[in-house]
């Protein structure tokens, strides 16, 4: 008969009305800024440079290597190599970035700068709200911007932050250990070893 | 199929009259691209006779980002986010075929977990798009909304799933070579269990709003006939060549992935028209769901990726590969040269919907102007694929 089809459908529509009210399953919207769903661990928009303890400066872990500047997809990265050199978290010297910008305006998160850096020092944010009010260079995150703490890392991905702690701490102890194997046998080098110490302050 | 034929006969549309013409004369309309209905910056040069459309000629190119070069200037890892903005509704898929294919050029194995977890994304991929072109196609045959949001809830969790496994609703860029970026979060299987679990549900609702619908059948059935010798000759592919009853579908021609484990049944239409066309992607989500829970039992832990390929300064050897997938809207593939190179010296995609959208002028000529946008929705388009 006609009109059985339409009625059917209207049935639908009905309990889709009426279940909304009792069925959470029918009634997913959250009212967005003052309720929200929790975001997922793995969520990733646009990277930030975790620096360790209470200085930025000191803490941060980059080494001006490129290779994020070089693998970004769409070239939104833009490194300088400073001139002297700071110790990094295994106190050996190493140059940082002078300069280090990120356009969020090109960037699409793609976390590719984070999977091909070798030293832990990018990683992505979960920040999505990031209405600016001017369009150039708002939008150009500085090194100053991009620096944030490594506690900020673990209250954003616990999981994967305790990983790279470990990770870290291991490869600082190796060295350490490296260092200590080299400097025992032979009295000699230790002078060169601790000479390296003013440079870094 | 068969029991709704008889209905529509008896609500055969009346012939076109002398007086609902403009005697002799056409007039020439531009559709798009800010018509609502036309799935993107999509525009069609429609020359009408009356209502009725005695031509037809798309113009593409609105949304055209130079993919193919950018492809031929970035690394081979750096394109692999670009193929998320292809078909922006199954990143999964397009990145499986670019994947495919760079494996193929250096002959890189994937381990097991991968390989199920790869086909687990692309089915879920499959469902998704599917509910919501159904939505979609209802959306503009009148049905305000309504399909549409049911449409857009179901898909919402799946694309919840894709941000917890990949960080991100639709730009996933999950896939590497040889593999997968991260394992599944804890809870996660049994998160997508639970979905693939509910799914029938929502396509039982679906087919009660369509399948016995007088106003879908009136404006589906006999619209847009694509006979099967057109359908092969222009290169059709996908659930629209299916509907015209020709049995080609890449998962089972080509066995690409683990697919020749699976049990699964190709679902053909028998007339080719729109019709034919929407149930054919009802059907293919009750095989969708049959794989899902076929690879949910199967699959075991393990490594995620091959730990012989290099994330950085990848160069594959010197040739050439196709790697092609059965995306939701059709073939798609990714033909790649390689001189020895860190980028590809060739990089060409081979776009379901682009050339699906061929034919659009022989489904449409003699058809009225509102049947357009009904056929226009049952090809599947979405324009960041077809003009890349």
Redesign the interface.
């Given at each position: 008969m006609i009109g059985t089809g339409i009625l059917k459908g209207m049935a639908v529509t009905a309990r889709n009305f009426v279940g909304s009210y009792f069925d959470k399953e029918r009634l997913i919207t959250v009212q967005y800024p003052e309720e929200r769903n929790p975001l997922p661990e793995n969520y990733r928009n646009f990277p930030f440079l975790p620096y360790d303890g209470e200085d930025p400066h000191a803490g941060l872990r980059c080494v001006a290597c490129k290779i994020c500047e070089k693998e970004c997809p769409p070239q939104c990265i833009y490194i300088v190599k400073s001139d002297d050199k700071k110790p990094d978290y295994m106190g050996k010297p190493q140059f940082y970035p002078k300069i280090f910008d990120i356009d969020i305006s090109v960037c699409m998160s793609c976390q590719i700068c984070v999977e091909v850096c070798p030293f832990e020092a990018i990683k992505m944010d979960k920040e999505f709200e990031l209405s600016k009010r001017e369009r150039f260079d708002h939008l150009l995150l500085r090194k100053e911007d991009l620096s944030k703490p490594n506690e900020y890392y673990h209250s954003i991905c616990p999981t994967d932050a305790i990983d790279v702690d470990a990770k870290l701490a291991a490869a600082a102890e190796a060295a350490a250990k490296k260092k200590a194997a080299a400097a025992t046998p032979a009295k000699p080098p230790a002078p060169s070893g601790s000479s390296s110490a003013p440079v870094s302050s | 199929m068969s029991a709704t034929a008889q209905?529509i006969e008896?609500?055969e549309r009346p012939p076109v009259t002398m007086a609902s013409r403009l005697e002799g004369e056409l007039l020439e309309v531009s559709m798009g691209p800010q018509h609502p209905s036309t799935h993107g910056v999509f525009r069609m040069n429609v020359a009408l006779e009356g209502e009725n459309v005695r031509k037809l000629k798309p113009v593409f190119g609105y949304l055209h980002r130079n993919h193919e070069k950018i492809g031929e200037n970035?690394?081979y890892?750096?394109?692999?986010?670009?193929t998320d903005r292809l078909d922006y509704f199954c990143s999964m898929t397009n990145n499986w075929a670019y994947a495919l294919s760079v494996e193929k050029l250096a002959g890189i194995e994937v381990p097991e977990r991968a390989q199920y977890l790869r086909i687990i994304l692309a089915e879920l991929t499959r469902l998704q798009n599917h509910a919501s072109l159904l939505g979609f196609l209802l959306n503009d045959m009148g049905a305000w909304g309504?399909p549409l949001m049911?449409a857009f809830?179901e898909r919402?969790?799946i694309l919840?799933l894709f941000?917890?496994?990949?960080?991100?609703r639709m730009?996933c860029?999950y896939m590497r070579f040889g593999g997968c970026?991260?394992d599944t979060?804890p809870g996660w299987m049994e998160q997508a269990k639970k979905i693939v679990d509910?799914f029938p549900r929502f396509i039982d609702?679906l087919e009660?709003?369509?399948?016995?619908?007088?106003?879908?059948?009136g404006r589906t059935q006999n619209v847009g006939v694509l006979s099967p010798d057109l359908a092969i000759n222009a290169g059709i592919t996908g659930p629209m060549l299916r509907a015209c009853g020709v049995n080609y579908d890449i998962r089972k021609v080509d066995g690409y992935g683990f697919y020749p484990r699976f049990k699964f049944r190709i679902p053909l239409g028998e007339r080719g028209d729109t019709y034919d066309r929407l149930m054919m992607r009802v059907l293919e989500m009750h095989e969708s769901l049959s794989i899902l829970q076929q690879a949910f039992a199967q699959i075991q832990p393990g490594p995620i990726v091959n730990p012989k390929v290099k994330?950085?300064a990848f160069r594959p050897p010197v040739g050439e590969a196709y790697g092609r997938i059965e995306a939701p809207k059709g073939e798609l593939g990714f033909y790649l040269i390689s001189d020895g190179g860190p980028n590809p010296y060739r990089y060409r995609v081979r776009p379901p919907s682009f050339i699906n959208l061929t034919v659009l002028e022989d489904l449409c000529l003699g058809h009225t102007v509102a049947d357009v946008m009904v056929i226009l929705g049952s090809v599947d388009i979405v324009m960041g694929e077809v003009d890349r």
């Amino acid at each position: 008969m006609i009109g059985t089809g339409i009625l059917k459908g209207m049935a639908v529509t009905a309990r889709n009305f009426v279940g909304s009210y009792f069925d959470k399953e029918r009634l997913i919207t959250v009212q967005y800024p003052e309720e929200r769903n929790p975001l997922p661990e793995n969520y990733r928009n646009f990277p930030f440079l975790p620096y360790d303890g209470e200085d930025p400066h000191a803490g941060l872990r980059c080494v001006a290597c490129k290779i994020c500047e070089k693998e970004c997809p769409p070239q939104c990265i833009y490194i300088v190599k400073s001139d002297d050199k700071k110790p990094d978290y295994m106190g050996k010297p190493q140059f940082y970035p002078k300069i280090f910008d990120i356009d969020i305006s090109v960037c699409m998160s793609c976390q590719i700068c984070v999977e091909v850096c070798p030293f832990e020092a990018i990683k992505m944010d979960k920040e999505f709200e990031l209405s600016k009010r001017e369009r150039f260079d708002h939008l150009l995150l500085r090194k100053e911007d991009l620096s944030k703490p490594n506690e900020y890392y673990h209250s954003i991905c616990p999981t994967d932050a305790i990983d790279v702690d470990a990770k870290l701490a291991a490869a600082a102890e190796a060295a350490a250990k490296k260092k200590a194997a080299a400097a025992t046998p032979a009295k000699p080098p230790a002078p060169s070893g601790s000479s390296s110490a003013p440079v870094s302050s | 199929m068969s029991a709704t034929a008889q209905t529509i006969e008896a609500m055969e549309r009346p012939p076109v009259t002398m007086a609902s013409r403009l005697e002799g004369e056409l007039l020439e309309v531009s559709m798009g691209p800010q018509h609502p209905s036309t799935h993107g910056v999509f525009r069609m040069n429609v020359a009408l006779e009356g209502e009725n459309v005695r031509k037809l000629k798309p113009v593409f190119g609105y949304l055209h980002r130079n993919h193919e070069k950018i492809g031929e200037n970035t690394s081979y890892l750096g394109s692999m986010p670009y193929t998320d903005r292809l078909d922006y509704f199954c990143s999964m898929t397009n990145n499986w075929a670019y994947a495919l294919s760079v494996e193929k050029l250096a002959g890189i194995e994937v381990p097991e977990r991968a390989q199920y977890l790869r086909i687990i994304l692309a089915e879920l991929t499959r469902l998704q798009n599917h509910a919501s072109l159904l939505g979609f196609l209802l959306n503009d045959m009148g049905a305000w909304g309504t399909p549409l949001m049911y449409a857009f809830r179901e898909r919402e969790k799946i694309l919840d799933l894709f941000e917890s496994l990949s960080g991100s609703r639709m730009m996933c860029d999950y896939m590497r070579f040889g593999g997968c970026r991260c394992d599944t979060p804890p809870g996660w299987m049994e998160q997508a269990k639970k979905i693939v679990d509910r799914f029938p549900r929502f396509i039982d609702e679906l087919e009660q709003l369509v399948v016995g619908n007088e106003v879908v059948i009136g404006r589906t059935q006999n619209v847009g006939v694509l006979s099967p010798d057109l359908a092969i000759n222009a290169g059709i592919t996908g659930p629209m060549l299916r509907a015209c009853g020709v049995n080609y579908d890449i998962r089972k021609v080509d066995g690409y992935g683990f697919y020749p484990r699976f049990k699964f049944r190709i679902p053909l239409g028998e007339r080719g028209d729109t019709y034919d066309r929407l149930m054919m992607r009802v059907l293919e989500m009750h095989e969708s769901l049959s794989i899902l829970q076929q690879a949910f039992a199967q699959i075991q832990p393990g490594p995620i990726v091959n730990p012989k390929v290099k994330l950085r300064a990848f160069r594959p050897p010197v040739g050439e590969a196709y790697g092609r997938i059965e995306a939701p809207k059709g073939e798609l593939g990714f033909y790649l040269i390689s001189d020895g190179g860190p980028n590809p010296y060739r990089y060409r995609v081979r776009p379901p919907s682009f050339i699906n959208l061929t034919v659009l002028e022989d489904l449409c000529l003699g058809h009225t102007v509102a049947d357009v946008m009904v056929i226009l929705g049952s090809v599947d388009i979405v324009m960041g694929e077809v003009d890349r």
